[in-house]
């Protein structure tokens, strides 16, 4: 265990730096707690989900590392690290990052709220500590709503990175449903309406919303059979198309389930289940994670219907603030969801290895590429005058 120490309020904050998963799960519901309060609500940054990426998406040039602080007895921050091998100009260093994959597109820092300010720059540190001969520190698609994002904006002593990655969709929940529902183009509820007439005429319909200690990891093998029918089987994006992928999922689903915060969300019609949504609760969110239906039902919309109801019983809550969606797709634009930033950011300490071989080689190469792209700019344009 690596010890690393600083004063709070006259206290010793203390680092612990875990590599076995026997040793991660000791930290488990002290760090599902931070995941569960954390202002950015970001489920990826739970133990159930970066433990599963750990356990199935790290590259063979990678291994993971968490470092732990603590104020005594309490756990007051979390920084989960992939540590990347990588040789330049025939030395050996080391890339960190809360790095991510096709099933892992976000893992956050999470701290105490209202002790962000001290207890992330002392990560920070703590992992150049524990690990020297690194180039930087990478974070991929972290939310514009993440505290590690204005920490690391006025942190003394360090080159900061920050490029736009992507947006992802959410919708804020109002009180009123029938309100937000009129807020919706009048072709969209339209077709919702039409979509409800054809589905409230098959036999058997019923909604379905299981959570914590009734949220079984046995409905995945459902998500994973109804999925498959779907377009993302040609797409070759489904489950069942990954070995890999059914057993994070099998993972990960036990893990959401244990920590109590997994919810399924299922439509039924038929005697069998025509829509299922794989979602995540936490203190005032629900993540939609994956979604999938039965094209052979799709006359009636059931991927619609359920979400539409999941937003109603959202609503009718009074402990739910966002619906999450993560992604951004067009379909997203009919529910009138909001687009949230997300950004990749790079970190370089000004000690000498990570800023020349961190920043400046970074920097250096992206020149390099730049002025490559002109080049062949111009060399078309001269080819296609000579022509």
């Given at each position: 265990m690596l010890t690393y120490k600083k004063k709070l309020d006259k206290k010793q904050l203390q680092i612990k730096v875990v590599q076995s998963f026997e040793e991660l799960n000791f930290h488990a519901d002290?760090?599902?707690?931070?995941?569960?309060?954390?202002?950015?609500?970001?489920?990826?940054?739970?133990?159930?989900?970066?433990?599963?990426?750990?356990?199935?998406y790290l590259e063979s040039d990678e291994s993971w590392a968490c470092l732990f602080a603590y104020d005594g007895d309490e756990l007051v921050g979390v920084m989960p690290l992939v540590i990347k091998s990588r040789r330049l100009f025939g030395f050996k260093f080391a890339l960190l990052g809360t790095h991510r994959s096709a099933q892992t597109c976000s893992i956050d820092l999470l701290t105490k709220q209202g002790q962000e300010d001290i207890v992330i720059p002392f990560l920070i540190n703590a992992a150049i500590e524990y690990c020297p001969y690194q180039v930087g520190i990478i974070f991929d698609r972290l939310p514009e709503n993440s505290p590690t994002i204005s920490v690391l904006e006025k942190l003394s002593g360090f080159t900061l990175t920050k490029e736009l990655d992507s947006v992802g969709a959410f919708l804020r929940i109002k009180d009123n449903f029938a309100e937000y529902r009129g807020s919706l183009s009048g072709n969209f509820r339209s077709n919702l309406n039409k979509a409800a007439k054809k589905?409230?005429?098959?036999?058997?319909?019923?909604?379905?919303?299981?959570?914590?200690?009734?949220?079984?990891?046995?409905?995945?093998?459902?998500?994973?059979?109804?999925?498959?029918?779907?377009?993302?089987?040609?797409?070759?994006?489904?489950?069942?198309?990954?070995?890999?992928?059914?057993?994070?999922?099998?993972?990960?689903?036990?893990r959401l389930s244990n920590a109590g915060?997994?919810?399924?969300?299922?439509?039924?019609?038929?005697?069998?289940i025509i829509a299922i949504n794989l979602a995540v609760r936490l203190k005032r969110l629900i993540l939609i994670w994956k979604l999938a239906y039965d094209p052979a039902y799709s006359k009636c919309s059931p991927g619609s219907m359920l979400l539409e109801e999941a937003i109603k019983l959202a609503c009718e809550s009074e402990d739910i603030d966002e619906i999450n969606l993560m992604t951004d797709h067009s379909w997203y634009d009919n529910w009138k969801m909001e687009k949230r930033p997300y950004y990749n950011l790079k970190l370089y300490s000004h000690k000498p290895i990570p800023f020349i071989f961190g920043y400046l080689t970074t920097s250096t190469y992206q020149i390099l590429r730049s002025y490559k792209?002109?080049?062949?700019?111009?060399?078309?344009?001269?080819?296609?005058?000579?022509?």
């Open positions: 002290k760090w599902n707690q931070l995941a569960f309060e954390a202002p950015q609500q970001l489920p990826m940054s739970s133990i159930a989900w970066v433990s599963s990426y750990f356990e199935y589905l409230h005429k098959l036999p058997d319909v019923k909604f379905s919303f299981l959570n914590q200690n009734k949220a079984k990891t046995e409905y995945l093998t459902q998500l994973i059979e109804v999925e498959a029918k779907s377009w993302k089987k040609d797409a070759g994006t489904a489950i069942t198309d990954s070995p890999t992928a059914v057993t994070f999922y099998q993972s990960l689903t036990q915060f997994l919810e399924w969300q299922i439509l039924e019609a038929e005697g069998k792209y002109k080049l062949l700019s111009l060399s078309r344009k001269i080819f296609s005058f000579s022509q």
